[in-house]
């Protein structure tokens, strides 16, 4: 089984872990280092802003 592709850039994880505020640790640790709350969040957080571009792309 080949590795899994990532659906969200690396820009745009490193965006959200600096604004949740743990980029200093995926800096330290990489990736693999965030707890899985944290990887939770960012989640919710890229859901949060793909909802939010969606509304203002109908405006």
Same mark, same amino acid.
């Given at each position: 089984? +080949?590795?899994?592709?990532?659906?969200?850039?690396? !820009?745009?994880?490193?965006? =959200?872990?600096?604004?949740?505020?743990?980029?200093?640790?995926?800096?330290?640790? +990489?990736?693999? +280092? =965030?707890?899985? !709350?944290?990887?939770?969040?960012?989640?919710?957080?890229?859901?949060?802003?793909?909802?939010?571009?969606?509304?203002?792309?109908?405006?």
């Amino acid at each position: 089984m +080949g590795k899994r592709r990532g659906v969200m850039s690396d !820009r745009l994880k490193e965006e =959200i872990a600096k604004e949740l505020g743990f980029y200093d640790t995926v800096q330290k640790e +990489g990736w693999g +280092g =965030i707890k899985s !709350r944290d990887a939770g969040n960012m989640v919710k957080r890229a859901v949060q802003m793909a909802q939010e571009q969606m509304q203002r792309d109908r405006s």
